[in-house]
């Protein structure tokens, strides 16, 4: 595998359910992020991990619950949904949260998640 | 708040003809970033402009940056069918550049 993964890559899930999306990124960098993507919406920024520290919470309900054992891995616990926060779920990475020029973020391909 | 206005926010043209899209903020960026995104992948970086008034040329694309750094824009040149996708653009602010602040996308149909 290479650049960044996410699974799954589509999931369906009642209100009252428990699910994870799992990012992986395989560029060796030490910062990652989860964005939400809704329609019509600009990409909103979720959580940042930098060297496996949060560094920032945007001001996400607590139904959401990052977690990040590791610099390659990132996940995202889900509990007690509503409907509107179905959406595509993107993961992304870069070298750390230092600003410079080459300092891209990669994105995940993203899970396309509907909330019943 | 800092908010980037993205226009069109929907295009569709014929192969061949040439095509601007805008953001446009009234907030200064330390720089600004092109994203395409095709359906089923995330965003893919396609440049990033740093210094105002810059000018970046990729093949048939040409990016701008505002000389006050509030704004750009994205021309493609005879645009080809491979263009369709979602163009976003992403600022990041003088603060805290890791924070991208995105744009809601201009969605381009390149009809063949």
């Known amino acids: 595998e290479t650049g960044v993964t996410q699974t799954p890559r589509h999931l369906v899930m009642g209100m009252t359910n428990k699910k994870s999306l799992k990012c992986e990124q395989h560029l060796g960098h030490n910062a990652m992020y989860w964005y939400k993507q809704s329609a019509k919406k600009p990409l909103e920024l979720m959580f940042v991990y930098n060297f496996k520290e949060q560094t920032e919470n945007n001001s996400v309900p607590s139904r959401f619950s990052p977690e990040c054992p590791n610099s390659s891995h990132l996940f995202l616990h889900l509990h007690t949904l509503q409907p509107e926060d179905s959406a595509l779920y993107l993961c992304?990475?870069?070298?750390?949260?230092?600003?410079?020029?080459?300092?891209?973020?990669?994105f995940g391909p993203g899970t396309r998640l509907t909330v019943l | 708040t800092q908010l980037l206005e993205q226009s069109p926010q929907f295009l569709s043209i014929q192969e061949g003809e040439n095509l601007t899209v805008y953001c446009n903020s009234s907030?200064?960026?330390?720089?600004l970033q092109w994203y395409r995104q095709e359906p089923g992948e995330g965003p893919v970086l396609l440049v990033t402009?740093?210094?105002?008034?810059e000018v970046k040329k990729l093949k048939r694309l040409t990016f701008q940056f505002g000389d006050a750094r509030k704004d750009s824009s994205l021309h493609i040149t005879a645009a080809q069918p491979g263009d369709t996708g979602l163009y976003l653009c992403a600022g990041a602010g003088m603060d805290s550049s890791y924070k991208l602040i995105f744009g809601s996308g201009t969605r381009l149909l390149v009809r063949p």
């Open positions: 992304a990475s870069n070298q750390e949260t230092s600003w410079w020029q080459d300092n891209e973020q990669f």
């Open positions: 907030s200064v960026f330390s720089s």
């Open positions: 402009v740093v210094t105002g008034g």
